[in-house]
Protein backbone atom coordinates (compact mmCIF):
# COMPACT_ATOMS: atom_id res chain seq x y z
CA UNK A 1 0.00 0.00 0.00
CA UNK A 2 1.72 3.29 -1.41
CA UNK A 3 1.66 5.74 1.54
CA UNK A 4 2.75 9.25 1.01
CA UNK A 5 3.38 11.67 4.57
CA UNK A 6 3.65 15.64 3.76
CA UNK A 7 4.95 17.64 6.63
CA UNK A 8 6.79 21.65 6.95
CA UNK A 9 3.42 23.34 6.64
CA UNK A 10 2.86 26.77 8.78
CA UNK A 11 2.17 30.44 8.69
CA UNK A 12 4.87 32.27 7.46
CA UNK A 13 5.04 35.97 6.44
CA UNK A 14 5.67 37.25 3.09
CA UNK A 15 9.08 36.92 1.83
CA UNK A 16 9.56 34.25 4.17
CA UNK A 17 10.71 30.54 3.90
CA UNK A 18 9.32 26.95 3.67
CA UNK A 19 10.57 22.88 3.21
CA UNK A 20 8.03 20.87 2.75
CA UNK A 21 9.03 17.15 2.83
CA UNK A 22 6.95 14.03 1.45
CA UNK A 23 7.71 10.95 3.18
CA UNK A 24 6.73 8.06 0.72
CA UNK A 25 6.60 4.17 1.83
CA UNK A 26 4.91 0.85 -0.06
CA UNK A 27 6.36 1.70 -3.18
CA UNK A 28 10.24 1.55 -5.02
CA UNK A 29 10.81 5.33 -4.34
CA UNK A 30 13.83 5.59 -6.80
CA UNK A 31 12.10 4.66 -9.94
CA UNK A 32 8.88 7.33 -10.42
CA UNK A 33 8.73 10.72 -11.13
CA UNK A 34 7.11 12.73 -7.52
CA UNK A 35 5.57 15.73 -7.63
CA UNK A 36 3.77 18.33 -5.70
CA UNK A 37 0.57 19.96 -6.31
CA UNK A 38 -1.21 22.98 -4.16
CA UNK A 39 -4.96 23.57 -4.11
CA UNK A 40 -6.24 27.08 -3.04
CA UNK A 41 -9.86 27.96 -1.45
CA UNK A 42 -12.33 28.19 -4.51
CA UNK A 43 -9.36 27.10 -7.09
CA UNK A 44 -8.65 23.39 -8.87
CA UNK A 45 -5.30 21.83 -7.66
CA UNK A 46 -2.58 22.61 -9.72
CA UNK A 47 0.47 21.17 -10.59
CA UNK A 48 3.69 23.28 -8.42
CA UNK A 49 6.53 20.85 -9.12
CA UNK A 50 7.61 17.83 -10.92
CA UNK A 51 10.89 15.69 -10.32
CA UNK A 52 11.37 12.67 -12.18
CA UNK A 53 13.69 9.52 -11.28
CA UNK A 54 16.80 11.11 -12.91
CA UNK A 55 16.39 14.43 -11.03
CA UNK A 56 15.02 16.24 -14.21
CA UNK A 57 12.79 18.66 -13.26
CA UNK A 58 9.89 21.54 -14.05
CA UNK A 59 7.72 23.78 -12.37
CA UNK A 60 4.94 25.86 -12.69
CA UNK A 61 5.49 29.34 -14.21
CA UNK A 62 4.19 31.31 -11.01
CA UNK A 63 6.65 29.56 -8.69
CA UNK A 64 9.61 29.32 -10.98
CA UNK A 65 13.28 31.19 -9.44
CA UNK A 66 11.42 30.86 -6.05
CA UNK A 67 10.59 26.71 -5.49
CA UNK A 68 12.71 23.93 -5.84
CA UNK A 69 12.15 20.03 -5.74
CA UNK A 70 14.56 17.49 -4.94
CA UNK A 71 14.79 14.25 -3.78
CA UNK A 72 16.31 12.24 -1.32
CA UNK A 73 16.24 8.26 -2.76
CA UNK A 74 17.67 6.76 0.22
CA UNK A 75 15.48 8.60 2.74
CA UNK A 76 12.47 8.14 0.15
CA UNK A 77 11.53 11.58 0.82
CA UNK A 78 10.96 14.54 -1.80
CA UNK A 79 11.14 18.12 -0.85
CA UNK A 80 9.76 21.71 -1.99
CA UNK A 81 12.02 24.13 -0.60
CA UNK A 82 9.42 27.43 -1.14
CA UNK A 83 11.80 31.14 -0.71
CA UNK A 84 10.03 34.90 -1.13
CA UNK A 85 6.80 33.56 -0.51
CA UNK A 86 3.92 35.46 -1.63
CA UNK A 87 0.02 35.41 -0.34
CA UNK A 88 -0.83 33.95 -3.50
CA UNK A 89 1.15 30.74 -2.58
CA UNK A 90 -1.53 30.03 0.50
CA UNK A 91 -2.92 26.76 -0.38
CA UNK A 92 -3.07 23.34 0.79
CA UNK A 93 0.26 21.47 -0.64
CA UNK A 94 -0.35 17.65 -1.53
CA UNK A 95 2.33 15.07 -2.52
CA UNK A 96 2.02 12.65 -5.89
CA UNK A 97 2.92 9.40 -7.41
CA UNK A 98 1.46 7.57 -10.08
CA UNK A 99 2.91 4.29 -9.80
CA UNK A 100 1.21 2.63 -13.42
CA UNK A 101 -1.50 0.95 -11.31
CA UNK A 102 -2.79 3.71 -9.59
CA UNK A 103 -2.23 7.70 -8.20
CA UNK A 104 -1.77 8.41 -5.15
CA UNK A 105 -2.03 11.44 -2.95
CA UNK A 106 -1.08 12.59 0.52
CA UNK A 107 -3.19 14.48 2.89
CA UNK A 108 -1.69 17.50 2.32
CA UNK A 109 -0.42 20.19 4.34
CA UNK A 110 -0.97 23.43 4.83
CA UNK A 111 0.75 26.51 3.69
CA UNK A 112 -0.55 30.51 4.88
CA UNK A 113 1.55 33.26 3.41
CA UNK A 114 0.01 36.42 5.33
CA UNK A 115 1.72 39.62 7.91
Not at 69 to 93: C, F, G, H, W
Request: proline fraction near 3%; charged fraction near 15%; charge should be positive.
Amino acid sequence: QVQLEESGGGLVQPGGSLRLSCAASGMIFEIYAMAWYRQAPGKQRELVARITSGGSTNYADSVKGRFTISRDNAKNTVYLQMNSLKPEDTAVYHCHVDVGKGAYWGQGTQVTVSS
